[in-house]
Every structure is written in structure tokens, then in C-alpha cells.
């Protein structure tokens, strides 16, 4: 089962910043993990951590692949991870999403096409910002799709409130014309832990 694991979170606010980020805040931040739910993060295939200077959280996956071929099942075509997400930050600071870094491997075969999703939003609020990318083949290599928010325009956990962090994300391989005899297949997991999803936080000072 995911873990409790030192971690920071993501943001929305109605608090109104100048857009310039303050420093992180020193003292601890954790992340407890609420619910997971999908396909693509069976529990116990992910794993959640923070960097030591708390300028980011990471997600790692083992066992998320969306694929299509002989040796695939009808639902192998889509898989997605749902995360809820506690964070808990020092006092006085609140925090946003400055750039979310997603990675992993794709091997499409000619006529066939593969598609990343992925959204993150503060529960109660509208998820309005789907962000999403497709490679058609022939591909056969590392993939990286980077969401970078411009300074003005994060959105701040609202100071003092209590809103957990949700995360989506998808990962879809469409045949389409190509050979129904060979495998597609799109991955966003790493078996050794070399293939992160980086959530870069943006920290904000709340009015006293």
C-alpha cells in the first residue's frame, strides 16, 4: 500500500500573489496518501517522495503500461491513476504547482498512436486544466511531456483551508492501421525507479 511518506503539494487559491515565489519553507512537509485508485497504480506500484530541499514531490510507478496486440486484453488499450492527496506544509506557507515533469517509454508500431492525459486540481474545485499529447508511430523510445504554468498565473491552496490535492493521469495506444499481429504499448513506470512524474512546487507566504 502507497506509504506516508515526506512529500509536498500542489495549489489553488482566491488569495490574489504578486508573481514572484518565496523561498520553501524549511521545517517538514508530508504527504499522506488518502485514496489511489486505476488501473495504472495498483496499490503497491506507487510511490510518493519528496526532494530534500522541498522544491518538489515525486511520483514513481511500477506497473503502469496501457498496450494493444495479440497478447493484450480488451482493457489493455487505457489505464489511469487517481490520486488524493493530504499535504501538509509549515505553517504561515502555502504552495502551487509551478511545472509538472511526466517521462517514460513508448514503442508504437507504424499506423499505431499513443496518448498521454494528465490533470491536477484541489478537491472542491473544477478540473479545468486537461492537458494532453499524442506520438504516432513507428516510435520506439523514451518520451517526456513537461506542463509549465507561467509565475502569474499558479493557483494557490487557499491559505487555511483543508483541501486535498488530486492527481489524474492516462495513458492510451490506438492500433489504428497498423500490423493487429505486433504489440504497441505506452509506459509510464520503471521497474528500478529511474522514471519519475515531478511535481515542482511554487511556495507563497501567507498574509498574516
Not at 509549515?90 to 499505431?112: K, M, N, V
Amino acid at each position: 500500500m502507497i506509504s506516508t511518506l515526506a512529500a509536498a503539494g500542489l495549489a489553488l487559491s482566491t488569495i490574489v500573489f504578486p508573481p514572484v515565489a518565496d523561498p520553501p519553507p524549511t521545517g517538514q512537509i508530508t504527504i499522506d496518501v488518502v485514496t489511489v485508485n486505476g488501473s495504472g497504480c495498483r496499490i503497491g506500484t506507487a510511490a510518493i517522495a519528496v526532494s530534500p530541499d522541498n522544491k518538489a514531490f515525486t511520483v514513481t510507478y511500477s506497473d503502469y503500461m496501457a498496450q494493444v496486440g495479440p497478447q493484450s486484453k480488451p482493457t489493455d488499450f487505457r489505464k489511469n491513476c487517481q490520486l488524493n492527496l493530504k499535504v501538509n506544509v509549515p505553517g504561515g506557507f502555502t504552495y502551487g504547482i509551478a511545472q509538472a515533469d511526466y517521462r517514460g517509454f513508448a514503442h508504437l508500431e507504424r499506423g499505431a498512436k499513443g496518448t498521454q492525459k494528465a490533470s491536477y486540481y484541489f478537491q472542491g474545485m473544477s478540473d479545468n486544466d486537461q492537458r494532453s499529447k499524442t506520438w504516432n508511430g513507428a516510435l520506439s523510445d523514451d518520451w517526456q511531456v513537461t506542463h509549465k504554468t507561467d509565475v502569474a498565473s499558479i493557483i494557490y491552496h487557499p491559505c487555511g483551508a483543508k483541501r486535498n490535492f488530486n492527481i489524474n493521469t492516462e495513458l492510451r495506444v490506438d492500433k489504428g492501421t497498423s500490423d493487429p499481429k505486433k504489440t504497441s504499448f505506452m509506459a509510464m513506470d520503471s521497474t528500478d525507479g529511474s522514471i519519475e512524474t515531478i511535481y515542482h512546487f511554487a511556495w507563497k507566504k501567507c498574509p498574516k
